[in-house]
T-cell receptor, first 114, second 112 residues
Framework: NAGVTQTPKFQVLKTGQSMTLQCAQDMNHNSMYWYRQDPGMGLRLIYYSASEGTTDKGEVPNGYNVSRLNKREFSLRLESAAPSQTSVYFC????FGRGSAEAFFGQGTRLTVV | ELKVEQNPLFLSMQEGKNYTIYCNYSTTSDRLYWYRQDPGKSLESLFVLLSNGAVKQEGRLMASLDTKARLSTLHITAAVHDLSATYFCAVDGGTSYGKLTFGQGTILTVHP
């Protein structure tokens, strides 16, 4: 079982470049999330999609956009990368509204902006 | 705004000892999760606590939830080196579509 798959695993960008992080889940979950992890700060929510066709801002949305392409896929775009966006990015999915709503995480994307 | 605080942030233990990690949160919630993260890896779900008084155990780890005190604990019994990792608690803030607010994480190192 693949679970949540993110690509790429590593990326180095120059300031001002753009890129899209891809995320796909095969658990038929309704809800998907993007978090970033910085040292000493835990994970912080960037954007989420409660269900297909909806997206909403989380705690730290500035500088990012998202697209819920279909039920399986949720992408995160950096339009003009800044050094402050150097971080590890995690995609997650859950079946909110049913049972435990436990979130499952992808392997992460380590992004460096120089 | 929901805030989640863990303590301690750093924990150095000897093998065989017991210790507890605390997770306090600021607003009412009935859903609390514990995750483990190894260096350079993703988050692995350890426990899902869904109601007041919930207690779950897996091996040398036991987690509990007191929603009235807004407190969860992760107790480590007779620590072994393999438990060295970073542990996060995360709270689902009620009707928030499963959005999680994480604590800062506790870096646990178990020494021989």
């Amino acid at each position: 079982n693949a679970g949540v798959t993110q690509t790429p695993k590593f990326q180095v960008l120059k300031t001002g470049q753009s890129m899209t992080l891809q995320c796909a889940q095969d658990m038929n979950h309704n809800s998907m999330y993007w978090y970033r992890q910085d040292p000493g700060m835990g994970l912080r929510l960037i954007y989420y999609s409660a269900s297909e066709g909806t997206t909403d801002k989380g705690e730290v949305p500035n500088g990012y956009n998202v697209s819920r392409l279909n039920k399986r896929e949720f992408s995160l775009r950096l339009e003009s990368a800044a050094p402050s966006q150097t971080s590890v990015y995690f995609c997650a999915s859950s079946e909110f509204g049913r049972g435990s709503a436990e979130a499952f995480f992808g392997q992460g994307t380590r992004l460096t902006v120089v | 705004e929901l805030k989640v605080e863990q303590n301690p942030l750093f924990l150095s233990m000897q093998e065989g000892k017991n210790y507890t990690i605390y997770c306090n949160y600021s607003t009412t919630s009935d859903r609390l999760y514990w995750y483990r993260q190894d260096p350079g890896k993703s988050l692995e779900s350890l426990f899902v606590l869904l109601s007041n008084g919930a207690v779950k155990q897996e091996g040398r780890l036991m987690a509990s939830l007191d929603t009235k005190a807004r407190l969860s604990t992760l107790h480590i019994t007779a620590a072994v080196h393999d438990l060295s990792a970073t542990y996060f608690c995360a709270v689902d803030g009620g009707t928030s579509y499963g959005k999680l607010t994480f604590g800062q994480g506790t870096i646990l190192t178990v020494h021989p």
